[in-house]
């Protein structure tokens, strides 16, 4: 893992979003429903950070060149 900072990240926002879906889903109350959109957003953006490279990662560095 040569970009740690942005997988941390990465995983950190996989987490707050599906947890976050969980608790309007499990909560006992049937109306609330996790905004599905918001949901998907985050975990694009937390796909996103997985396979970002940290800005003082070389490319040499992250197996680039």
Do not use: H, Q, Y
């Not at 893992?1 to 499990?26: F, H, N």
């Not at 959109?37 to 694009?44: H, L, P, Q, R």
Request: include cysteine; proline fraction near 3%.
């Amino acid at each position: 893992m040569k970009s740690w900072k942005t997988t941390v990240c990465g995983i950190l926002a996989l987490v707050i979003a599906v947890a976050t879906a969980a608790k309007a889903l499990l909560d006992g109350d049937p109306n609330t429903v996790p905004n599905w959109e918001i949901v998907a957003g985050s975990v694009m953006a937390a796909i996103g950070l997985f396979v970002a490279r940290d800005n003082d990662v070389t490319s040499e560095d992250a197996g680039v060149k």
